[in-house]
Structures are given as structure tokens and as C-alpha cells.
């Protein structure tokens, strides 16, 4: 299965999926008429398959007592293989950077980071940052509002096949 015969069924599993991961099998095999074995054996298939990576829990950052949500994003001194496979091992080992990515343009990289409060956030951008070899410079992004944090991708504009849902899927 690839990208371009992803079929209809199968994006609308995924859609249900990604809203709510614990959404029961007999719930998607009513929507569409099949049995609970053949979404079982529909979801067993996009999961081997790699469209469905793993199932987790989001949880509530402010209840959490993670006040701060911050981008950071940073230059380094050089950009040799590696520092930055030397960079990425050592920034991914903490547990309050959340996402790492590299960028094109002004910033080598970005890092979604979380902290109780400016205080932490202060410590961790002064006693570890700061002190990771090849960094060069950083500034900060402290977001101060979540407008929309979607976590779902539009699966609806994915190309398929049009083969009809059924439950020999």
C-alpha cells in the first residue's frame, strides 16, 4: 500500500483513529457495515504498513504544571556532519524539548521546548544550552497563546484508489 491507493475506508479509519485512538472497533465497523474482525484485521494492515505509528494519550500542559511553551531557535558554529549528529543526540536527551527540527533559512534548527515556569525555562537555556558545544547562539519564542494546536493530519486530501468500502478490506 502506498500514498496512492490508500482507499476510502482506509483514510476513514484513520480520521476516526486520529480524533480518538480508543474509538472501539464496533463503533467503526457500524459506520460502515462490517464486522469488528474486519476493521481489527483493516487497522492490524495500516499499522504494519507504518500509516499508523503508535496510539497516545495527549495530556493537558497546564494541568501539568508546564506554564511555559517556548520555540527556540538556534545557529551553530558549524555545520559539519558531526556537530549537528552531535547536536541532535545530546538536545534529544532532555526531557523537556519536546520536538527538534532543522530548518532552511536564518536558524539551523528548532526546538519545541516545555518548563514549569521563565525561571526553569531561564536555567535550562543558561546551564544547558548554552553550554552544548557547537551552539553558536539561540533566542526564544515564548508562545503566549495556543490559538490551534492541531496534532491530526488532513487525511481527507490524501489521493486514493476508489475501490468501494467493504469488509473484505
Known sequence: MNRNDISRADRRILEI???????????????FGWSVASVYKRIRHLEEKGYIACYKAELNRSKLGF????????NLKDR????????????????????????SGESDYMLKVVSQ???????????????????????????????????????????????????SQ
Open 67 to 74: 506554564g511555559i511553551l517556548a520555540y527556540c531557535h538556534i
Open 17 to 31: 483513529l486520529q480524533d480518538d485512538s480508543q474509538t472501539p472497533a464496533k463503533t467503526i465497523a457500524l459506520e
Open 117 to 167: 515556569n521563565i525561571e526553569t525555562y531561564k536555567r535550562f537555556l543558561l546551564d544547558i544550552l548554552s553550554n552544548i558545544e557547537p551552539v553558536a547562539r539561540f533566542h526564544s519564542h515564548i508562545v503566549l497563546d495556543e490559538i490551534k494546536s492541531a496534532k491530526a493530519y488532513p487525511v481527507e486530501s490524501i489521493q486514493m484508489n476508489e475501490e468501494p468500502m467493504q469488509s
Open 80 to 103: 559539519s556532519r558531526k556537530s549537528m549528529v552531535g547536536f541532535e543526540k545530546e538536545v534529544c536527551g532532555y526531557k523537556e524539548v519536546l520536538e527538534v527540527i532543522t530548518l
